[in-house]
């Protein structure tokens, strides 16, 4: 559970507290805004935008941002670390759902609902930008670009999903994990040739459909073929070319 300096309100040992915000977020001041926000946005519309983007504390390795059944209320944006996206099925097995870098947004399958369906957990020391989402739609009300632009994020969403579903063999799957990763951390303007996996293999593994022992035998085969170089946490990516060849047609 969240580190009761970091929320405010009850805490009940199965709902997350909501966050409390600490200030406002100069949009136009942060590397990640285009990531987060339509780049058409100009100057004004970016300053109104700003006025509801709020914060928060950071959170730590293995806390919740919020869980299955918290009220929906606010939309987050990773403003740094990762979060990782789980279920929890009938006979307790957790179902990994995704890995959100900065500039992703969290809370989105909750607008249905009104309730969330998901949890979202910290990878290491994290944090996000809140965004409540009542005033996320006043505001797409006068500024339709930030419609589409949420209408864009959801679809890719559940094309992610759908990725997930397709029946691809593991090497395939893995191959197109780092890629993915490699493109997502050049759009962040880090290497996308070197990167820390926030994650744990087991996660890669629940999360590719695959069993731990699985992901390890791929990657050292990988590692054997020139084609990648880990070393724990960090991973080189040594012949990309090779790399999309084992993706085959598989996304991720």
């Known amino acids: 559970?969240?580190?009761?300096?970091?929320?405010?309100?009850?805490?009940?040992?199965?709902?997350?507290?909501?966050?409390?915000?600490?200030?406002?977020?100069?949009?136009?001041?942060?590397?990640?805004?285009?990531?987060?926000?339509?780049?058409?946005?100009?100057?004004?519309?970016?300053?109104?935008?700003?006025?509801?983007?709020?914060?928060?504390?950071?959170?730590?390795?293995?806390?919740?941002?919020?869980?299955?059944?918290?009220?929906?209320?606010?939309?987050?944006?990773?403003?740094?670390?990762?979060?990782?996206?789980?279920?929890?099925?009938?006979?307790?097995?957790?179902?990994?759902?995704?890995?959100?870098?900065?500039?992703?947004?969290?809370?989105?399958?909750?607008?249905?609902?009104?309730?969330?369906?998901?949890?979202?957990?910290?990878?290491?020391?994290?944090?996000?930008?809140?965004?409540?989402?009542?005033?996320?739609?006043t505001l797409s009300q006068q500024m339709p670009e930030l419609q589409n632009h949420m209408f864009r994020l959801l679809s890719r969403r559940i094309s992610d999903l759908s990725a997930a579903a397709a029946d691809h063999s593991a090497d395939e799957r893995m191959a197109a994990f780092l890629l993915s990763l490699a493109s997502r951390f050049k759009a962040r303007g880090y290497s996308s040739k070197e990167f820390n996996l926030a994650m744990s293999r087991s996660d890669i593994a629940n999360y590719l459909r695959l069993a731990t022992e699985t992901v390890s035998r791929v990657l050292a085969r990988f590692q054997k073929k020139g084609l990648i170089k880990v070393d724990r946490k960090l991973v080189q990516l040594l012949d990309k070319d090779a790399l999309c060849k084992a993706a085959g047609t598989a996304t991720w």
Not at 16 to 33: D, E, I
């Open 1 to 137: 559970m969240v580190d009761q300096q970091l929320h405010k309100g009850k805490t009940d040992g199965l709902r997350s507290p909501r966050l409390a915000p600490v200030s406002q977020v100069a949009c136009t001041k942060c590397g990640l805004g285009k990531l987060c926000l339509p780049a058409t946005m100009d100057s004004p519309q970016l300053k109104t935008f700003e006025k509801i983007v709020h914060k928060t504390r950071p959170l730590q390795n293995g806390d919740h941002l919020f869980r299955v059944a918290d009220d929906f209320s606010d939309i987050y944006a990773v403003r740094s670390g990762c979060f990782k996206t789980y279920v929890v099925d009938a006979a307790g097995r957790e179902q990994v759902l995704g890995f959100h870098l900065a500039g992703e947004l969290l809370g989105l399958d909750a607008i249905y609902q009104g309730v969330h369906v998901s949890n979202a957990t910290a990878l290491g020391t994290s944090s996000v930008c809140k965004l409540q989402y009542d005033e996320v739609t």
